[in-house]
DNA sequence: CAAGATACGCTACTTCGAGTAGCGTAATCG
DNA sequence: CGATTACGCTACTCGAAGTAGCGTATCTTG
């Protein structure tokens, strides 16, 4: 239990979470998440692949971590519901809009259809804390959240998936307003 | 181009689309759309995996044309637009709800954001048909029908990801509630 | 400066599923 | 019957995820 103090003996682990992260959405968003293989990804990263699955244990880990550091905490602001909720939504658009985050998310998001180890990664580690966040700044039942998370984030990444494009500001801008008008 | 006389002559093709349909919706019912490989469903289907490739190009071609079926024409309701797209939004969610329709439906699209034929085939095949019959009936331009559709589909779609599971008649009805609400 | 421990790079492998090729056989029309 | 077309089957190719094991590099401790 030497959390606090990781200096065992042997050589130490390179850093390469910033660079794997960098390699892993340049990957996705030149390549596609299809394209965006280990192995290019490792390339990219100027690693190799067996470095890769030392530290995740799967493709999809890798992804989540990616996208979670891609993410980073929620930065809610305003005071009111409305203005609370309003942000979370502009943050979440903006953020899968940024290059290789919509279609990273998109792409693990569907390997989690088909993995269910996969899934309860996305789910605990990606929705949950978001989830808590929302829940104690709106005061409102979970499955009302979940409801609300499953509109906003379920809406960007279809259109995401059809489209291979973002969503535009305007189409944003109504999907603001029709949520705020239901849970503001 | 004989096509209303198909009786050339040699061996006919045996009827198998009903069958096929069947053997797919069971297999990604009983193991994921994952579990559900072409070999599986052939057998399923009591058919060389060979002879599948001979109707469908590919695995996401036949589950395309699996939901085609399953989905079959809208059947919109009522007089107004509210009572329509009411109508509209309840029969999706019931037939993502039927068993392997939801998880073939997910499995798909995940599939098509990796795969831009794909991706194509599902825009243009499943898509478009719903998108025009929906603007003929509310008589609302077509970016605004796109995004009512991204809204509805990737929420259904992005719960049924997220827990396996379709989405409870509540949450279906707040959904539909909101819905009316901005595109009413 | 050793000695031990740990991580990295590399090559080669396994596994599994999508999709293909080609042969022998079954069904149908004329 | 003969031509034609489809089916079943076996055996492939291909590509990507993930693994094994060896030699080497980089640390900490004595």
Same mark, same amino acid.
């Given at each position: 239990?030497?959390?606090?103090?990781? &200096?065992?003996?042997?050589?130490?682990?390179?850093?390469?979470?910033?660079?794997?992260?960098?390699?892993?959405?340049? &990957?996705?968003?030149?390549?596609?998440?299809?394209?965006?293989?280990?192995?290019?990804?490792?390339?990219?990263?100027?690693?190799?692949?067996?470095?890769?699955?030392?530290?995740?244990?799967?493709? $999809?880990?890798?992804?989540?971590?990616?996208?979670?550091?891609?993410?980073?905490?929620?930065?809610?602001? $305003?005071?009111?519901?409305?203005?609370?909720?309003?942000?979370?939504?502009?943050?979440?658009?903006?953020?899968?809009?940024?290059?290789?985050?919509?279609?990273?998310?998109?792409?693990?998001? &569907?390997?989690?259809?088909?993995?269910?180890?996969?899934?309860?990664?996305?789910?605990?580690?990606?929705q949950?804390?978001?989830?808590?966040?929302?829940?104690?700044?709106?005061?409102?039942?979970?499955d009302?959240i979940l409801l609300l998370i499953d509109i906003v984030t379920g809406t960007?990444l279809?259109?995401?998936?059809?489209?291979?494009?973002?969503?535009?500001?305007?189409?944003?801008?109504?999907?603001?307003?029709?949520?705020?008008?239901?849970?503001?």
């Amino acid at each position: 239990m030497q959390s606090s103090t990781p &200096s065992a003996a042997g050589r130490p682990r390179s850093d390469l979470h910033a660079t794997a992260f960098a390699a892993t959405l340049r &990957s996705v968003s030149e390549l596609g998440y299809a394209g965006a293989t280990m192995d290019r990804i490792a390339v990219a990263a100027g690693v190799a692949k067996t470095t890769l699955y030392r530290r995740w244990p799967s493709k $999809g880990a890798l992804i989540v971590d990616c996208l979670l550091d891609a993410f980073g905490p929620v930065r809610l602001q $305003g005071t009111d519901r409305g203005e609370i909720m309003a942000s979370a939504i502009h943050w979440v658009a903006a953020k899968i809009g940024e290059p290789g985050v919509g279609a990273a998310f998109a792409g693990v998001f &569907s390997d989690a259809i088909n993995d269910p180890a996969l899934r309860t990664i996305l789910s605990e580690r990606l929705q949950e804390p978001y989830r808590l966040t929302l829940q104690e700044a709106l005061g409102e039942p979970d499955d009302r959240i979940l409801l609300l998370i499953d509109i906003v984030t379920g809406t960007l990444l279809h259109r995401m998936g059809m489209t291979g494009e973002p969503m535009v500001d305007a189409d944003v801008a109504v999907l603001v307003e029709m949520v705020l008008r239901t849970f503001g």
